[in-house]
């Protein structure tokens, strides 16, 4: 209960505090890349049940001829680096975090198709809220292997409490500041998780 009462607290305050900074935002999308402004995905929350997660959008919706997407390598603006190295795109998951679906920390909410690949273990991770930061975020986050990310989250799980939240949300601030580990070495955002026996 606590943990939710400063989620709605801390959430609704940066909602209002960093409007302008939202907006400004918001303005430089749509300049940029274009309509929609959001990212929105379904997502798996606690207990696995999907929710609809909403960041700024980073990429264009350019294709090949065929009519496929290109790579996020090639899709990836400038200015969508620049909101991922700043960590600025995740801004709207406030919205997730004060509605409920998302707690400021916790373990990130991953695809829905990674679902399915998880061990018995690895599943644990949606004992609790998906986090808008968390253990692995702050301990190696795009630098991890994924076998490493699921341990950690496993970790948090077993041993979350208000302090180590504290503690987490402070060393994003340091991470973020630093802009570490953003992405992942060789690919401009995080690889896929391909199942355990890859």
Same mark, same amino acid.
């Not at 505090?17 to 907006?23: R, S, Y």
């Not at 090639?74 to 680096?81: A, K």
């Not at 968390?134 to 341990?151: D, H, I, M």
């Given at each position: 209960m606590l943990?939710?009462?400063f989620d709605i607290i801390v959430s609704g305050? %940066?909602?209002?505090?960093?409007?302008?900074?939202?907006?400004?935002?918001?303005?430089?999308v749509r300049l940029k890349l274009g309509a929609p402004v959001f990212f929105k995905q379904l997502r798996p929350g606690r207990n696995a049940e999907l929710f609809e997660l909403i960041k700024f959008r980073t990429m264009l919706d350019a294709q090949d001829k065929a009519g496929t997407l290109?790579?996020?390598?090639?899709? %990836?603006?400038?200015? $969508?680096?620049l909101l991922r190295a700043t960590s600025l795109d995740e801004?709207?998951?406030?919205?997730?975090?004060?509605?409920? +679906?998302m707690s400021l920390v916790g373990p990130r909410p991953l695809l829905e198709e990674y679902l399915p690949l998880y061990s018995p273990e690895q599943s644990r991770r949606h004992e609790v809220r998906p986090g808008v930061t $968390?253990?692995?975020?702050?301990? $190696?986050? +795009? +630098?991890?292997?994924?076998?490493?990310?699921?341990?950690m989250d496993v970790w948090y799980v077993e041993n979350q409490s208000f302090w180590l939240d504290l503690k987490i949300l402070l060393m994003t601030?340091?991470?973020?500041?630093?802009?570490?580990d953003i992405n992942q070495s $060789?690919?401009?955002t995080a690889e896929k998780f391909k199942g355990n026996d890859k």
């Open positions: 943990k939710r009462i305050t %940066l909602i209002i505090v960093l409007l302008p900074v939202i907006v400004l935002i918001y303005c430089g290109l790579s996020d390598e090639e899709r %990836l603006t400038d200015f $969508g680096r801004l709207p998951e406030l919205w997730n975090v004060f509605k409920g +679906n $968390g253990w692995a975020q702050v301990n $190696g986050r +795009n +630098n991890l292997s994924w076998p490493e990310r699921f341990r601030v340091k991470k973020v500041f630093l802009r570490e $060789g690919h401009a």
